[in-house]
C-alpha cells in the first residue's frame, strides 16, 4: 500500500481565478508560493502516521494575528446555530459578527465567513429549488398579491408583488409614488421598487417588480399591475 498524504500551507501555491474574464482588482490573495510541505503515510500493520519533511522554509514572515485563517475562524455548531436564529428578523452581518465577538472576544472569524454561512443556511432552506421558484413559494405561503408573465414555459419574464396590508395604504395614500430602478441586479437587469407617501410625509413600500428588461414594454407591464 503506497498511499501518502501531502500536507501545504494555506499559503502555498498561487491564486487561480475561476473565470478568465473576471478580474478582482480591489482584492489581494493569501497565496504566495509559500514552499513548506510535509509528507504523511500510515504506519504498515500499525495504528499512526510518519510524517518526513519535505521543506520546511517559509517565504514570508509571521502572521501577528490568526484573523483571516480559514481554519482558526472556523464556525462552531454553537456559532452556526446562533447565525441561524439572529438570521431571521433580517440582522445585518457586520452586526451578526459583532455579537459572536461579543459572545467570544478571542473569536478570529471574519465577515467573509458570516457572509458564506449566511449563505450556506439559504441554501439548505431553499433545498433543490432556484432562487425563483423559491421565492413564488414563500409569496404563495404569506399570501403576498403577485403577478408575473413567462417568457418559455418555465422562465419567468416579469414578476410584481405586494404586501396585503400595502395596499390599504395604497388606497388611502395614492396622491404621489415615487419608483427606484436598480439597474444589473442578480440576474435581472432592472428591478423596480414603488414607494408611496402619506400625508404625514412618512414612506412605505408599496410594492417591487424584478424585470427582464429596461425597456418601455417591461416598465409599462409593471406600472399595469401596480
Not at 474574464?21 to 509528507?39: A, I, S
Not at 456559532?79 to 461579543?102: F, G, Q, S, Y
Not at 390599504?168 to 432592472?190: G, Q
Request: positive net charge.
Amino acid at each position: 500500500m503506497n498511499s501518502f498524504v501531502l500536507i501545504g500551507y494555506e499559503r502555498s501555491g498561487e491564486y487561480r481565478c475561476r473565470k478568465k474574464e473576471f478580474v478582482r482588482r480591489d482584492t489581494e490573495t493569501r497565496k504566495c508560493g509559500c514552499p513548506l510541505k510535509l509528507r504523511g503515510k500510515p504506519v504498515v500493520r500499525g495504528q499512526g502516521w510518519i510524517v518526513k519533511l519535505i521543506c520546511g522554509i517559509h517565504n514570508h514572515e509571521l502572521a501577528k494575528s490568526l484573523v483571516g485563517h480559514p481554519y482558526a475562524g472556523r464556525l462552531t455548531k454553537a456559532e452556526k446555530t446562533l447565525i441561524a436564529d439572529i438570521m431571521k428578523p433580517m440582522v445585518k452581518p457586520r452586526n451578526i459578527l459583532l455579537t459572536l465577538k461579543e459572545h467570544n472576544a478571542n473569536s478570529c472569524t471574519t465577515i467573509k465567513q458570516i457572509y458564506n454561512a449566511r449563505s450556506a443556511y439559504r441554501s439548505s432552506i431553499r433545498g433543490s429549488d432556484i432562487e425563483m421558484q423559491h421565492l413564488m413559494k414563500l409569496l404563495e405561503r404569506d399570501q403576498y398579491i403577485h403577478w408575473h408573465r413567462l417568457k418559455d414555459k418555465d422562465v419567468v419574464r416579469d414578476i410584481f408583488w405586494c404586501y396585503p396590508n400595502a395596499m390599504k395604504l395604497v388606497n388611502v395614500c395614492n396622491l404621489v409614488f415615487l419608483i427606484d430602478n436598480t439597474y444589473k441586479t442578480n440576474r435581472y437587469t432592472s428591478t423596480a421598487r414603488f414607494v408611496g407617501v402619506t400625508p404625514t410625509r412618512m414612506t412605505f413600500f408599496a410594492g417591487c417588480a424584478y424585470l427582464e428588461g429596461e425597456r418601455l414594454n417591461n416598465v409599462v407591464w409593471a406600472l399595469e399591475h401596480f
